[in-house]
T-cell receptor, first 110, second 114 residues
């Protein structure tokens, strides 16, 4: 079993919809939680960063971490066609070594 | 501030050859990490360098090695290439004063082994 599980999708939604992306993990040592967005043939771009449990909001994006359930989420409000990409969750403990989910491919239809 | 740069962007090699990839981190960042991305295995951690020292290493064979220079630029080397080494190799840099998990990625080097 992988340390980080992420539904690969693909996920297709109409423009303006609320998108929910999720990851579960098994390693209790993880305390830093990130979401990256990766466009085709590009490197991952850091979207959201959260330390420990809680919520964080940045514009249309909200990240949630529930350490008791070992579950993290990313919500995208008012989704746009430009949000079409692969979304990767990533986690780390005390070392600068990220463990990634497999990525969810999202398509926002105009 | 300029982002992380990686050279070359594309590379084609044959089995048995060796290859060297280069990464220049964001100015002021002293930690550089390398990752391999493949369709089957996703993104996997290779190693991390800080102040010219390898601090962490992932679960890859010894054919994969790296180094970091005094200006924080880093190189990774793969010897005796195998077909399975075909992948996107990503470099990420982080600020020593920043949070442990906050890493910024370059565009990657796409390596094809024939």
């Amino acid at each position: 079993q992988k340390e980080v599980e992420q539904d690969p999708g693909p996920l297709s939604v109409p423009e303006g919809a609320i998108v929910s992306l999720n990851c579960t993990y098994s390693n209790s040592a993880f305390q830093y939680f990130m979401w990256y967005r990766q466009y085709s043939r590009k490197g991952p771009e850091l979207l959201m960063y959260t330390y420990s449990s809680g919520n964080k909001e940045d514009g249309r994006f909200t990240a949630q971490v529930d350490k008791s359930s070992k579950y993290i989420s990313l919500f995208i409000r008012d989704s746009q066609p430009s949000d079409s990409a692969t979304y990767l969750c990533a986690m780390s403990g005390s070392a600068r070594q990220l463990t990634f989910g497999s990525g969810t491919q999202l398509t926002v239809l105009p | 501030k300029a982002g992380v740069t990686q050279t070359p962007r594309y590379l084609i090699k044959t089995r048995g050859q060796q290859v060297t990839l280069s990464c220049s981190p964001i100015s002021g960042h002293r930690s550089v990490s390398w990752y391999q991305q493949t369709p089957g295995q996703g993104l996997q951690f290779l190693f991390e360098y800080f102040s010219e020292t390898q601090r962490n290493k992932g679960n890859f064979p010894g054919r994969f090695s790296g180094r970091q220079f005094s200006n924080s630029r880093s190189e990774m080397n793969v010897s005796t290439l195998e077909l399975g080494d075909s992948a996107l190799y990503l470099c990420a840099s982080s600020d020593p004063g920043g949070a442990d998990g906050e890493q910024f990625f370059g565009p990657g080097t796409r390596l094809t082994v024939l």
